[in-house]
């Protein structure tokens, strides 16, 4: 199982700034991808970015540029850092983990945080 805990969200003016953190804990065998998702009321949970452990990463067009993730392997964290923050980017993020129990298993599973609230200011 794996344990996913965020921190870094609040409350910021548009143009600012805000980085995001994302622990893992547990017992697994390997994190094969881990992304940052995002909610916003009324609307559909979105892919922001995902990152390989090997540190493919891909973007959603409307962070392209802006954003930025990244992970600490050694530490089981991923991060977020978001740059020039707009309204739209208003959202609760969510820290998701798709891990490996076991070495003789390839079988992967998904894992999602509680979740962080970013609210952007006009």
């Known amino acids: 199982q794996v344990q996913l805990v965020e921190s870094g969200g609040g409350l910021v003016q548009a143009g600012g700034s805000l980085r995001l953190s994302c622990a893992a804990s547990g017992t697994f065998f390997s994190i094969n991808v881990m992304a940052w998702h995002r909610q916003a009321p009324g609307k559909q949970r979105e892919l922001v970015a995902r990152?390989?452990?090997?540190?493919?990463?891909n973007y959603a067009d409307s962070v392209k540029g802006r954003f930025t993730i990244s992970r600490d392997n050694a530490e089981n964290t991923l991060y977020l850092q978001m740059n020039t923050l707009e309204p739209d980017d208003t959202a609760v993020y969510y820290c998701?983990?798709?891990?490996?129990?076991?070495?003789?298993?390839?079988?992967?599973?998904?894992?999602w945080g509680q979740g962080t609230q970013v609210t952007v200011s006009s």
């Open positions: 990152i390989t452990k090997g540190g493919t990463t």
């Open positions: 998701n983990a798709v891990a490996q129990r076991n070495s003789w298993s390839s079988v992967e599973y998904n894992y």
